[in-house]
């Protein structure tokens, strides 16, 4: 489970970050589309797209020189992230960008679907970012992704998401940091 986590955090990341951060000008513009609806809604905003973005990938960062100290916690030996060098921050800033790309891309659906911002939809709540990360890394280094993310590896990360989203969720909500514990 450790390694789950580990290789997820770039992508677990940003979304707490952006929701501490987000707020200001929406990335839809407050455009509509065809069907009336706002393109992606309030709940996508610049400022906490980049947070994300920016707090996702430090983090990935932070963990490589991390793990020069401690490359193994909690008797787990921890992978780095892809194939080193300028590969590596492609790939961290995959999993941050990804992670966020999916909560954008599963938001436009929750406007096409009728669902106001901040309606929740269960398990694509959960996952979307999840999707959009392994994507994105993927694309950035296919090597490193099919050595580090195994069926069993995505299998955990599939279980352990909505547990940790979940407990986030919540914990930001009593924080007052978002308007609903989901
Ligand atoms: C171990 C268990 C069951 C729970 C631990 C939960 C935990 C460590 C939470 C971290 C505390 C935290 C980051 C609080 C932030 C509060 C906040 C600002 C929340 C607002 O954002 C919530 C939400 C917004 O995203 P949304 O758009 O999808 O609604 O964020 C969603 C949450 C996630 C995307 C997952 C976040 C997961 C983490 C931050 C995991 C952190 C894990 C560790 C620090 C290591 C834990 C170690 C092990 C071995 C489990
Ligand atoms: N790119 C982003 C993603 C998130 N947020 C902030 O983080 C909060 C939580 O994100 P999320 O739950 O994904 O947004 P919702 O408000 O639930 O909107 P949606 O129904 O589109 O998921 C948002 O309300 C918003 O304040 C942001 O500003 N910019
Ligand atoms: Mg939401």
Not at 3 to 8: K, R, T
Not at 10 to 35: C, E, H, Q, W
Not at 135 to 142: D, M, Q
Request: aromatic share 14%; glycine share 12%.
């Amino acid at each position: 489970m450790v390694l789950a986590v580990w290789l997820m955090l770039p992508a677990y990341l940003p979304n707490p970050f952006a929701a501490v951060f987000g707020g200001g000008r929406p990335i839809d513009g407050g455009k509509t589309m065809s069907d009336g609806r706002r393109i992606l809604g309030d709940g996508k905003t610049f400022r906490g797209f980049f947070a994300g973005l920016i707090c996702g990938t430090l983090a990935g960062l932070l963990q490589m020189r991390l793990i020069e100290s401690y490359p193994v916690i909690l008797g787990a030996q921890l992978p780095t992230f892809g194939t080193g060098g300028l590969n590596t921050t492609i790939v961290v800033f995959a999993l941050a960008f990804g992670s966020l790309f999916g909560d954008m891309f599963m938001s436009f659906f929750k406007r096409r679907m009728g669902l106001k911002r901040g309606a929740p939809l269960p398990v694509v709540d959960q996952l979307d970012f999840v999707m959009g990360a392994l994507i994105f890394a993927y694309l950035a280094s296919p090597y490193w992704f099919s050595e580090q993310f195994t069926f069993k590896i995505i299998l955990v990360i599939l279980i352990i998401t909505p547990l940790l989203h979940l407990v986030t969720n919540i914990i930001g909500y009593f924080m007052g940091v978002k308007k609903e514990p989901w």
